[in-house]
């Protein structure tokens, strides 16, 4: 029987727990992308998106941390950056033409032993993708490839650390 591992919703500061999609026009400030939003808390689709990659990894039994499953672990997680960067100040929104963002994605992650309630290891992941183009389709899909790149390499460590089947 394979171990059973629950997902806790990532811990995020309110600038990333929200629908709307964020952007730094410049290294000290913080901004939001106009009339674009994720289908859901940023969080709250991250966890999602675990589920469905340990899921499709079909090596353990995996849940919500509300679904009341008796896991043997949990997997806890913070997104630290989940933005688009503008090099040079440049935004969409300002007047000067803009080129295509960078997205940077780090989240830490902690495995937790449930019935020993220790702390077995933590990582911090961290990837940035060039957007293609500074359209909203380019923006998200840059967004996808480093989530999906964040998301893999949590995965496989979490599989590595975890005990054998």
Known sequence: MPWQLS?????????IDTIRIALNPTASTLDYYADAAWPDRTPVLVQSLLIEAFGAANRVAVARDTDGLLADYMLRTELREFQARYAGGAAPNSDQPASPPEI????????????ERRVVENISVSH????????????V?????????????????????????
């Open 104 to 115: 940077s994605i780090r989240i830490d992650a902690r495995l937790v032993a449930v019935s």
């Open 7 to 15: 997902i806790a919703v990532p811990d995020a500061p309110a600038s």
């Open 128 to 139: 940035s993708v060039q957007a293609r183009s500074n359209e909203m389709n380019g923006i």
């Open 141 to 165: 899909a840059a967004f996808d490839e480093a989530l999906g790149a964040a998301l893999a390499e949590i995965v496989n460590w979490t599989l590595a650390e975890a005990p054998e089947e």
